[in-house]
Nanobody, 130 residues
Framework: QVQLVESGGGLVQPGGSLGLSCVVSGFNMSRYDIGWFRQAPGKEREGVSCISRRDGSTHYAADSVKSRFTISRDNAKNTAYLQMNTLKAEDTAVYYC??????????????????????WGKGTLVTVSS
């Protein structure tokens, strides 16, 4: 049974940092792309970042996060990470870990989109507020 479990969310002040983790079980994470989405209140779920299983390249879906967020993976631990710095109020959202799974390797090839995801975590809430 495939499971993705996020942790690390919480309340942080604007300008602060948070690190999210996603522990994967039920499959060998090294064989698949892995990444993050987020869903702000009243908005659609959007891609944030992904890391390719083909070459380890990282991709960021929005310019607004490119210089502030860093995605990484540790295949030995079956864990993916999202380090978020200089957080802004507009980063407030539930953050989801996700993988295309058997759909194939799409990170960096196609748009990192909800339609390409086979497995989801349940999400972790990040609130940026003073």
């Amino acid at each position: 049974q495939v499971q993705l479990v996020e942790s690390g969310g919480g309340l942080v002040q604007p300008g602060g940092s948070l690190g999210l983790s996603c522990v994967v079980s039920g499959f060998n994470m090294s064989r698949y792309d892995i990444g993050w989405f987020r869903q702000a209140p009243g908005k659609e779920r959007e891609g944030v970042s992904c890391i390719s299983r083909r070459d380890g390249s990282t991709h960021y879906a929005a310019d607004s996060v490119k210089s502030r967020f860093t995605i990484s993976r540790d295949n030995a631990k079956n864990t993916a990470y999202l380090q978020m710095n200089t957080l802004k109020a507009e980063d407030t959202a539930v953050y989801y870990c996700a993988t295309p799974g058997s759909y194939g390797s799409v990170c960096g090839v196609e748009r990192w989109d909800v339609s390409g995801v086979e497995y989801w975590g349940k999400g972790t809430l990040v609130t940026v507020s003073s």
